[in-house]
């Protein structure tokens, strides 16, 4: 078994990382431009870091697959960004953002890491502020604050229903500055397909460029991946339809670690599917739950009635009922299991798919009666507009339909300290790594987490790895390069020319995905799990041999792209599973059905289960690796929001 | 439901394209526009033909990637909607639909339906940003913003970038697009002090890019999905 090297500092918590920061290796400002990085996806984390190496004089090539940076899916982040100001003076601060962010992640994070993000979760409003991100503000000029996603206090900055989009316009403009000075080349429309490794190290990348299908290889001092999380494993997600796994998996394969890979989130306020050729799932802003109360009718015979006629007595405000303290705020996965557990008794409302009902009501009326649909439409007119566009309905005279989608994983490639993967020189950032959020992420901390690594964490890594080794350039010709060319175009080919092809790749993406859901969604059991990796297996097979894709390999092919990243899903999907069948414990949003207490809750086993589970791809069978959790300043409790 | 469809198809950017004739059936209502592409797309995989490729990525409208011109009008008839936010049930009266890509020689068409739009980058990248480093920032509350202007900021920044007000300008001119950025940069302190530059330079790259200027057709203000208002091409040529 590999031995795990977190790199954690020791010592007191609040004192680790401006301790650490002393003892990385700096690289002067005159010998900057000799070091070259690239960086893959333009997202929060990659469009972040990109700005902060440009201005710090490095040289940085950057990829994304989007025809712009500016398309990544960060853009669609709508409820906020957290940080512990304490700008409303209601007992905020580092230490208690470090720990509801160890609790609401279920104590399945490493303290240190966790202690760092909040401690940099201020600056990064600084740093956006300065870039003129348009934060929500009062009418006495200083910035406006919310509670969100049932925190205690109010610390979430937003800029209205589109924080994401503002955010990553700030940090795009900023990389766009550096475009400009030259120091970062950016590369539209290009998909990163190969790690190329040479003595050890990540040292480039085999890239393809979608409009032309050429192939060609890009070399480095070192490679950062930015590329996102994997929640389309699931075919129907609230992720861009292009967001997809193959950069993290292909480097899982080339020796990256996955951890924690069942660790998905489960958002529990999305817009329910209307019919089976559905491509996307859109979720409705979890602020939307600070004002909208959810419930179900009681009777089954009511779910088909218009909701505006069963009366108040015959509703079951489920949540105030099941969670009183903190209602209609409990954590996201508390609150999708809830809604799960309604509609599987069979009192779900709306379109009928499969003879199951899925949906529950987010009613506003409540709300508009108090204080009046004008103060309701400020607040949430966005997402009210947002929402009747897509279902047809008005909020404001009927309740919403909501039911939980796949939305954000917690689990990503492994990552150390200083978010370096077990592959040397190859950096994971943002959702794509597996770090702060445990088994389950808290409402705007992604926004913050993808930030904070990208403006501030892996500028200062990164530099310290590159003072540390000595790297000769490497040639185009080195046979490391010209291998992972051929192992692209191999690729390509079999997936061009699969021997009998019969079924799109879509096909096959929605199969993996109903497995995935069904098996390793809201709630996990070890037979269906144990199944679902046999079926995952069968799949895979027949994919290889069926897989139909039209066009050719030397053009756009939009076919082709989305075989190559079907296959990855396909693959994860197994690694998913496993990792869920191994973790005999439910912690957040991990609920195996073996391991919950009678109300529901996780039952977490802190005694067999307190580790990060960082698998090691073997051809022989991925190998399970653990890297123990210790917890020296926060006292892992039992969750309970009753 | 059932439509036909025309659709542009090209190559590639240097020959020339041309309509081309398909019929889907069994369109449920509530598939959105996009779907319903998706789904003809699965029909040619079927026959074993090349897919139509265009660009979609968020699909809730806010990624700005989409585009398509449906019967003469870039993203739709469906005021303030992008393409991928179109649900076939606003469609119950026009079962032909004529698809075709965003048209200015500033974003040639790629292949079929999809076009080049980089010259937004490259506009953003002359200007449209405020000159600041990471780590210099002072405390986010240091400096007060009157409620209205971050508001108006706001509403200039929520542009995404789709180029349905180029396309559906005869001029094909990117004003509205330059001057929602120049605005909302403007209307805030931090963005205040480089104004006058960053107009000028946003400005000169728009005209070296090949778009065309305002002459006040206000067509892109009607057509904006966010609904960016024209008064913001008003604030751009006072500072130019």
Not at chain 1, 255 to 268: D, E, L, R, V
Request: glycine fraction near 8%; aromatic fraction near 8%.
């Amino acid at each position: 078994m590999h031995k795990l090297n977190s790199k954690t500092p020791t010592g007191d918590i609040e004192k680790r990382w401006d301790k650490h920061l002393f003892d990385l290796s700096l690289i002067a400002p005159q010998n900057r431009a000799k070091y070259n990085i690239i960086v893959i996806g333009t997202g929060l984390a990659g469009a972040s870091l990109c700005a902060t190496l440009g201005e710090s004089g490095y040289n940085v090539q950057s990829f994304c697959f989007n025809d712009s940076p500016r398309r990544a899916h960060s853009i669609a982040a709508q409820g906020g960004i957290n940080a512990s100001k304490n700008y409303q003076n209601d007992g905020d601060s580092t230490h208690r953002l470090f720990y509801d962010t160890m609790k609401g992640g279920d104590f399945r994070a490493r303290e240190s890491n966790v202690y760092r993000l909040a401690q940099l979760s201020g600056n990064i409003i600084d740093q956006a502020v300065s870039q003129g991100v348009p934060f929500a503000r009062e009418y006495s000029g200083y910035l406006a604050n919310r509670s969100f996603g049932g925190a205690q206090v109010s610390r979430t900055f937003y800029a209205r229903g589109q924080t994401g989009q503002q955010l990553l316009l700030g940090a795009y403009s900023a990389m766009s500055k550096e475009v400009a000075s030259g120091k970062v080349k950016h590369h539209s429309r290009s998909e990163m397909q190969e790690v190329i490794i040479v003595d050890g190290k990540a040292r480039g990348i085999v890239v393809r460029d979608l409009v032309s299908g050429k192939i060609s290889a890009h070399t480095a001092d070192c490679v950062v991946m930015c590329t996102g999380g994997y929640s389309n494993a699931f075919y129907l997600s609230t992720n861009a339809k292009g967001c997809n796994t193959s950069a993290t998996w292909r480097a899982h394969k080339k020796g990256a670690f996955f951890a924690n890979p069942s660790f998905t989130q489960i958002h529990p306020t999305c817009i329910p599917p209307t019919g089976e050729n559905q491509s996307k799932l859109t979720l409705m802003s979890e602020s939307l739950r600070n004002d909208g109360r959810i419930w179900a009718p009681k009777k089954i015979e009511d779910c088909t009635k218009d909701p505006r006629e069963i009366v108040e007595e015959d509703r079951d405000y489920f949540l105030e009922r099941m969670y009183p303290a903190f209602a209609n705020l409990v954590p996201r996965d508390v609150a999708s299991r809830a809604v799960k557990s309604i509609c599987d008794e069979g009192r779900g409302i709306g379109t009928e798919i499969n003879g199951e009902k899925l949906g529950v009501y987010l009613d506003f009326s409540s709300i508009i009666e108090c204080i009046g649909e004008d103060k309701v439409r400020a607040k949430y007119g966005n997402l009210f507009d947002m929402y009747e566009r897509i279902s047809g309905e008005n909020p404001y005279q009927l309740p919403m339909k909501i039911y939980p989608a796949p939305h954000y994983t917690m689990g990503g490639l492994w990552v150390d300290y200083n978010l370096m993967t077990t592959i040397n020189g190859l950096f994971a950032a943002g959702e794509a790594n597996f770090s702060e959020h445990g088994a389950n992420r808290l409402g705007a901390s992604a926004l913050m987490q993808g930030l904070a690594d990208g403006y501030f964490i892996a500028p200062r890594t990164v530099a310290n790895y590159l003072a540390k080794n000595k790297l000769e350039p490497v040639d185009l010709n080195h046979p490391n390069v010209i291998q992972a060319i051929d192992d692209t175009k191999e690729r390509i080919n079999k997936l061009m020319n699969a021997p009998e092809p019969k079924h799109s790749p879509d096909y096959y993406h929605k199969k993996v995905g109903r497995i995935l859901w069904g098996a390793c969604g809201m709630s996990r059991e070890r037979e269906a799990l144990k199944s679902a990796i046999e079926e995952i297996k069968a799949l895979q097979i027949d994919f290889w041999q069926n897989v139909k894709v039209t066009g050719v390999e030397n053009d756009m092919n939009q076919t082709l792209e989305r075989a190559g990243r079907v296959a990855d899903f396909i693959e994860l999907g197994h690694l998913m599973c496993r990792d869920a069948l191994e973790r005999e414990e439910s912690c957040g949003c991990h609920a195996r059905l073996e391991y919950l207490a009678s109300d529901g809750e996780a039952k977490r086993d802190d005694e067999n289960f307190a580790y990060v589970a960082a698998w090691e791809y073997s051809q022989k069978g991925t190998i399970l690796n653990k890297e123990q959790l210790n917890f020296e300043f926060v006292k892992p409790s039992v969750r309970d929001y009753t | 439901m059932n439509f036909t469809l025309h659709i542009w198809r090209q190559k590639n950017s240097q020959t020339k394209g041309e309509f081309c004739t398909y019929q889907v059936d069994n369109i449920d209502s509530d598939t959105s526009f996009l779907e319903m592409l998706d789904q003809l797309n699965e029909q040619l995989i079927e026959k074993g033909e090349d897919c139509i490729v265009f660009d979609y990525d968020c699909r809730e409208g806010i990624c700005g990637a989409c585009s398509l011109v449906i019967n003469g009008h870039p993203h739709g008839e469906k005021k303030a909607t992008t393409t991928c936010q179109l649900y076939m049930r606003e469609y119950v009266e026009q079962t032909e639909l004529w698809i075709e890509p965003f048209r200015a020689e500033s974003f040639p068409v790629i292949k079929d339906v999809l076009t080049n739009r980089d010259a937004f980058d490259r506009i953003i990248q002359a200007g449209g940003y405020v000159s600041t480093n990471t780590g210099s920032a002072p405390d986010a509350n240091s400096q007060l913003v009157n409620k209205n202007d971050a508001d108006a900021a706001f509403d200039s920044a929520t542009c995404i970038g789709c180029g349905a007000c180029v396309a559906v300008c005869p001029n094909a001119s990117a004003s509205l697009f330059v001057s929602a950025k120049i605005a909302h940069l403007d209307r805030l302190p931090q963005g205040k002090v480089e104004s006058d530059m960053r107009a000028k330079n946003m400005v000169r790259q728009m005209e070296l890019e090949g778009f065309g200027s305002c002459s006040n057709h206000r067509h892109c203000e009607a057509v904006c999905p966010q609904e960016i208002s024209i008064s913001n091409i008003t604030l751009m040529n006072s500072l130019c």
